[in-house]
């Protein structure tokens, strides 16, 4: 490789610095997360690790330096790379609690090939200073300097710190401001925006190594008027979905976060049971998570099952599927009614924690067999550990006796064959029976050779006016379709249709799916932030009638709204999602703590609420919302990591 040659030599101080913020400028670009204030305190942290880099790389022979230097360089840019290259596949950003699930990467590692591959272009450009620096190598000066020379950087680094604790006081008491960012409140989005990526990861390995108890402050448990019933003769008065706890004794009887804890649930009136409260007492369920399912799959002509049942029975138009922490997110949502926030995956996976209110439990509390069934390895993301802890007993999957009533070689596998090699294990329940399914079908890719159901089903999309990749998914999800077609089918013959409940919800959006191939289906109606996660949720039974609910809700609501509509008694309290046919204000929460309200959007990364068409709020509403979202966040992931709920057994 020829070199270029300069009149003067360069020192590695000004490489640092220069590549430092081209590293940080170039993230702020692909993010789209300039903000003029925290532009200063990424301005001083650079000079602080620019000081700390120069200083370790003059303590050694030039030749010794000079490598450290590729090396210091090379680690931060891999910084930088991850966390580009993950929000483009993911739509989130790396946290050091994803470590737990790096079994998803190596499963579908052709999938991880293909997205870096697309993602190319950017591991050029943020590898492009190291490029450059080979090409002037010769030019890059890294002489050893004498310790009493050297250590002059150490005081610098020391007082320019001192200058970039100052500066987080700017716009200090502002929602998700620097300062709560550094001191108070764990968000790596947020965080990484404002603090800038080597320091946000710095910080976040601290708090994953030594731990972090984030700031709670208490405020009402929800926000809008509760419509409570009053005691005439018009009104039906009801009671709260709540068990007789003694917070009291907990409280004197514990400390630390626990006793926060408790002193929180206490505070919280709870959620008012309503006319839909046993509204589907003793009848059967069967609940799915399914994969990758979103409202662009519905169609009347392509998707007539999954259309018939999103727009029949209870129909909930304001419904979100947040994406947090891909598939084990969302089905970690779906199942606990809790945030999947930052600390949760390791206690969910191990299957150690305690889970009186786990829907297995719960079901089988109340008098029914229940089943639990997925069309993929059953230990994938440790699934058999903590559908276990739930009270799953019975769970099948691939590789534990699936594999010999299926084709566990597809990739993916069908959920039809899945239907029909299972419904048979409970439709004869001598009690009733709760069945639950996890999906497969519709996982990425999408493409005809790498997806083995959107081959099966290329010929239903071939004359879609979409990109190959969205028909692909599209031909992905008639799968599920036709598996709900004929669960339904073997209902009815089996004459359990009418006693039968459905409920579908998705554990995410279809992320492996890029921007241009969703916009081909959606013809550019939604956002990539919050809108994108706007889905369904299926509860519907042949019986009833078409019920409207216009209430916000998301995953963490399914829970307490199955467990209401069964008339199971559970502590609305203890769940941090609500049951959506309560009269509790409704709001869906977003993994960097942006939120949708029956109010309006509030956008974390720039601050901005947008409130709904004809809706009023009051001057300190924003705010408000903000420290509730902030204490279900933080409550969620103590209820994980303080395994909370041994005290209610």
Known sequence: MKKLEFHKRIDSLVIYFIVFCYLEILFKIISHSFFSWDLINNFLFIIILTLVCKFITSLFSSKVNKILMYVIISVISLFYAVQIVVHNIFN????????????????????????ILKNFF???????????????????????????????????????????????????????????????????????????????????LDRYIFGFDASIDFVPSDLGEEVTNKDNDDVKVYDYNILDIDFDSLIASSSGNVKKMHEYFKSDAGTLQNEYTNFFKDKNLILFMAESFNEMAVDKDLTPTLYKLVNSGFVFPNFYTPTISSTIGGEFQELTGLVAASGFLSPWKSGENSYPFGIANMFKNAGYNTFAYHDHTYTFQSRNKYLAALGFTNYLGCRNGLEKEINCNLWPESDIEMINSTFDDYINSDKPFFTYYVTVSGHGGYSWSGNAMSRKNKELVADLDYTEAAKAYIAS??????????????????????????????????????????????????????????????????????????????????????????????????????DILSTTPGVAIFGNSSWVSDYGTYYATSGKFVPKEGKEIAEDYVSKMNKMVNNRINMSKLIMTEDYYKYFK
């Open 477 to 578: 999800q008639i799968e599920l379709d036709r598996a709900l077609e004929t669960l339904l089918e073997k209902l009815e013959a089996s004459g359990k249709l009418d006693d039968t409940v459905i409920a579908l919800v998705g554990d995410h959006y279809p992320y492996l799916l890029p921007e241009d191939d969703v916009n081909s289906i959606t013809k550019n109606t939604k956002d990539f932030v919050i809108e994108i996660n706007h889905s369904n949720f299926i509860l519907w039974n042949n019986k009833m009638e078409t019920v409207n609910v216009e209430k916000v809700g998301s995953q963490i609501d399914v829970l307490p709204t199955i467990y209401n509509v069964f008339g199971l008694n559970y502590d609305s309290r203890l769940i941090i999602g609500k």
């Open 92 to 115: 989130f950003y790396f946290d050091f609690s994803l470590l737990g699930a790096t079994d998803q990467v190596l499963t579908f590692t052709g999938d991880m090939i293909s997205l």
């Open 122 to 204: 950017y591991l050029v450009i943020i590898f492009l200073p190291i490029i450059v620096m080979a090409f002037i190598n010769d030019n890059i000066k890294t002489k050893q300097i004498s310790f009493k020379k050297n250590i002059i950087f150490i005081p610098i680094a020391i007082g320019v710190y001192g200058l970039f604790l100052l500066s987080l006081n700017i716009n200090k008491n502002k929602d998700y401001s620097a300062y709560s960012l550094f001191y108070n409140s764990q968000n790596v989005e947020l965080s990484l925006k404002r603090l800038g990526v080597v320091h946000t990861m710095f910080i976040d």
